[in-house]
């Protein structure tokens, strides 16, 4: 990275780190919340380790990172959790394996990709977070609601999208859509989406929407709407823009 650039994602990284840290103080009691709700509601019991987590493997990128996208997923599962690192769970095996199996994209996911979530809130699967806003203990917490903490997380964590962007000047892969639409868990991610973007055409141009990678909805999609003469970079820009604008409007 040029030296304007490391330093814009230095700051991205560092109000990262801040507001994970902050919402974790603001949300004292989520930690035993939670290993309530792991207990009582999860196939697999486990302990909750960080359930506010910033993604660790930031801190692995250098000056001299060649870093090429953004991928943008949902939020952290259990693994993320317990390893303080996105996106490493089955989800993230399928993503590997989608750009080891296209070469000609010149991304390679470990070394070329950052990952960020649309909260850094943790749940065991992200339809939970829906469950946790109705939770009974929540109103009880000491620190804020946990329903406003979630819609203030996905606020900062556009901002903080948008920040990394323009310090890196490279595409950004939002997957998982259905929940950002209207009364979606990320419906507040995506209006304060659209609300930032409104005055950045060029980066707005590079960001795509797809489906989620786990379950291989992602490669499923690619390869159901991909056309003989398109190469597989110019039909995830068309499936991208088709899906910006079912969400975004444009």
């Known amino acids: 990275m040029k030296q304007d650039s490391w330093e814009k994602f230095?700051?991205?990284r560092e109000h990262f780190r801040l507001t994970a840290g902050r919402l974790s103080k603001a949300l004292p009691d989520l930690k035993n919340i939670l290993q309530e709700f792991v207990n009582g509601r999860t196939e697999v019991s486990y302990i909750v380790k960080t359930p506010v987590v910033y993604n660790t493997a930031l801190d692995d990128v250098t000056a001299d990172s060649d870093i090429k996208l953004i991928l943008v997923a949902d939020n952290p599962g259990r693994r993320e959790q317990?390893?303080?690192r996105y996106l490493i769970g089955p989800s993230g095996k399928i993503a590997q394996k989608f750009f080891r199996d296209n070469p000609a994209l010149g991304i390679d996911f470990i070394k070329n990709v950052i990952i960020l979530n649309k909260t850094p809130v943790h749940t065991p699967r992200t339809i939970?977070?829906?469950?946790?806003?109705?939770?009974?203990?929540n109103k009880k917490q000491s620190g804020i609601p946990f329903s406003q903490a979630l819609e203030e997380s996905q606020k900062k964590m556009a901002e903080i999208l948008l920040e990394f962007q323009k310090a890196l000047?490279?595409?950004v892969w939002i997957t998982g859509y259905s929940e950002m639409r209207k009364?979606?868990?990320?419906?507040?991610?995506?209006?304060?989406?659209?609300s930032l973007y409104r005055g950045e055409k060029i980066l707005y141009k590079k960001l795509l929407i797809f489906r989620h990678f786990s379950m291989n909805q992602f490669t499923i999609d690619l390869k159901k709407q991909s056309l003989a003469e398109e190469s597989a970079a110019k039909t995830?820009?068309?499936i991208g823009k088709l899906y910006r604008k079912r969400i975004l409007g444009s």
């Open 128 to 137: 939970q977070l829906r469950e946790l806003n109705c939770m009974e203990e």
């Open 236 to 238: 995830l820009e068309r």
């Open 183 to 194: 009364n979606g868990i990320f419906q507040v991610f995506t209006e304060e989406l659209s």
């Open 10 to 12: 230095s700051k991205a």
């Open 82 to 84: 317990e390893s303080k």
């Open 169 to 171: 000047l490279c595409p």
